[in-house]
């Protein structure tokens, strides 16, 4: 492992809605050698209208307490900076609350996404960015407090082109904009791949871009190939190529090997896996063929964890 990277992980599934077996889960993690783990808490019912239900909290505390792991979080997806004006406290107070859940079970890292909007005119996009930018530097100094990183993740846009969301360079220059020393990214490398695919661009460029601000990287396959014709099940969506697939490191066509060689990651880098359950079977294939680039990973001089 590259010494500025921390390890590599894999994202928890909540089984038990009452968590009353999510230490068996992270048990069952644990035994694929990874050294992080990122828990899903966008579907654990830890938050109620943006406040924190207690005993959820005290059933994942328990769960996640005195194991030799690394944790992260990934917060509500919905969370989303882009929004109409008048909604953007409600989306903060809900952002709020999960990243104090993340900070009680001792989260180094909390993803988010970055925002997304109706396609629409290049004045409100422009506008939606300066929303995002300032909340996000009300979120750095949440973060700060909390003794997190706050890391906004790429995404892609509708493949019926209704949606507008940030490239990963467009991404990398809103972070670098910001210049909040809790402020990062997470470097979804599919999801680039899909989204440059559809709006056009070049997805190593793009991923170049990012990488030096990505403390937090997500590690899936697929082929970059819309998902815009109609499929009966998710194993002809798997013949075919198409769609956010989350398959295991090397199925796809993602150039791997090139990405490590010229990309260039900040210290306390996490690689984390997140793995569609349906091929979990070959979980701990991904994990060595994850552990294996990591260790390929290269550092970025003069961009470092505070």
């Not at 068996?24 to 654990?44: C, R, S």
Request: glycine content about 8%; proline content about 4%.
């Amino acid at each position: 492992m590259s010494n500025h990277v921390i390890g590599t992980g894999i994202s928890a599934n909540r089984r038990a809605f009452d968590l009353s077996d999510f230490g068996a889960e992270l048990d069952d993690l644990q035994k694929l050698g990874v050294e992080t783990i990122e828990i899903p808490t966008f579907d654990m019912d830890l938050v109620v209208g943006g406040r924190i239900r207690a005993p959820q909290l005290a059933a994942l505390k328990r769960a996640t307490a005195g194991r030799k792991i690394v944790y992260s979080v990934h917060g509500p997806l919905a969370v989303n900076f882009f929004d109409a004006p008048y909604r953007l406290q409600r989306h903060f107070d809900v952002l709020k609350a999960s990243m104090e859940v993340a900070a009680e079970i001792g989260a180094i890292n909390y993803v988010m996404h970055s925002g997304i909007k109706l396609v629409g005119q290049n004045p409100g996009t422009e506008d939606a960015y300066a929303r995002q930018r300032e909340w996000l530097g009300k979120v750095g100094e949440l973060a700060r407090d909390l003794n997190l990183y706050v890391c906004v993740e790429n995404v892609f846009c509708e493949f019926d082109n209704t949606t507008y969301t940030a490239s990963p360079s467009r991404l990398a220059r809103e972070i670098a904009a910001v210049a909040h020393p809790h402020v990062w990214a997470t470097l979804d490398f599919s999801h680039g791949y899909l989204n440059t695919i559809f709006v056009g661009g070049d997805f190593e460029s793009e991923c170049v871009q990012l990488a030096p601000y990505a403390k937090h990287l997500h590690m899936h396959d697929s082929f970059g190939l819309p998902d815009d014709i109609w499929m009966y099940t998710e194993g002809e969506r798997l013949a075919f190529g198409h769609g956010d697939l989350h398959l295991p490191v090397g199925w796809g066509n993602i150039p791997w090997a090139s990405l490590m060689q010229n990309c260039r990651f900040p210290n306390g880098t996490i690689f984390n896996i997140e793995l569609q359950l349906r091929y979990w079977y070959a979980a701990q294939e991904c994990v060595d063929a994850t552990k294996a680039l990591a260790r390929k990973a290269l550092p970025v001089m003069g961009i470092a964890a505070a």
